[in-house]
């Protein structure tokens, strides 16, 4: 199995990197294109993978191709590959707003695409990607996308009607949640702790907080009322959290993703 992929930047790198960590593919059955041949480079080096600056070249090679380019860039790259890119080969995209209506009207005819959104923890291996393909995708297919991308990210596949608030709840909130990590260590700082372990402090509070959620099952509301002791600390925070509309605001970014991600 190639793998291919146009664009190697901060996304494709981390996608790259989890895959050939996890054995699902080597080093030599993997391409990338890119503009920069710096770039290229500098993923030559560090993976061992093939380089081209030629997008149709990667098309060539791959038998799944990850289109990991911005979304601006959509256009213009299915109009270079459209020709060389063929109904077998799986097409796996991870653009906001593009559509399987809009990629299949761009490429001009059927072909297997899965429309992902994939966010900035893979990384370091804990990403979270919503995966939606399209009729032309067997479950097969679609299993053996899902398999690859397991090496840096949990999936899950949900209909395309979600794809956008994916977008808004795993695909953009990894800024939200560093914002909150970065506000929680400058009071650390104010408070008289140093910076890098205000960061530390604040950042492993918050992977902790995480895992409880995910490997205890109980509700966040239950776990939250775990930590408030009557007349404790942690309710007088929680009151000031609320009194200052944290949820609300919360809930408002996560909208405005929402609406700019439908608007793409």
């Not at 398999?147 to 395309?160: H, L, S």
């Not at 506000?183 to 492993?204: L, S």
């Amino acid at each position: 199995m190639k793998i291919g992929f146009i664009g190697c930047g901060n996304m494709g790198g981390a996608m790259m990197q989890g895959i050939l960590d996890s054995g699902k593919c080597r080093a030599e059955d993997m391409i990338t294109s890119d503009k920069s041949e710096a770039a290229l480079k500098a993923k030559k080096e560090q993976l061992g993978i093939n380089i081209t600056t030629d997008n149709k070249e990667a098309a060539k090679f791959a038998d799944i191709l990850f289109l990991s380019v911005k979304p601006q860039f959509y256009e213009s790259v299915i109009e270079d590959i459209k020709y060389v890119v063929t109904d077998k080969m799986i097409i796996v995209t991870i653009a906001p707003g593009k559509t399987l209506a809009w990629l299949s009207e761009k490429f001009g005819r059927e072909l297997k695409i899965i429309r992902t959104m994939p966010n900035t923890p893979a990384m370091v291996k804990e990403g979270m990607i919503g995966m939606c393909p399209n009729s032309n995708v067997s479950k097969e297919d679609t299993e053996l996308v899902r398999d690859i991308c397991d090496g840096f990210a949990k999936t899950e596949v949900i209909p395309e009607n979600l794809m956008d608030v994916v977008t808004a709840v795993s695909g953009s909130s990894p800024a939200y949640v560093f914002m909150f990590i970065e506000a929680m260590a400058d009071a650390a700082v104010a408070g008289g702790m140093p910076r890098a372990q205000a960061y530390t402090f604040a950042a492993q509070a918050v992977l902790g907080s995480a895992k409880m959620v995910l490997e205890t099952g109980k509700h966040p509301g239950e776990l939250k009322d775990m930590v408030c002791s009557p007349a404790g600390t942690t309710i007088q925070a929680v009151r000031v959290l609320e009194e200052k509309g944290f949820r609300s605001a919360v809930f408002e970014c996560m909208e405005k993703c929402l609406d700019v991600s439908r608007n793409m």
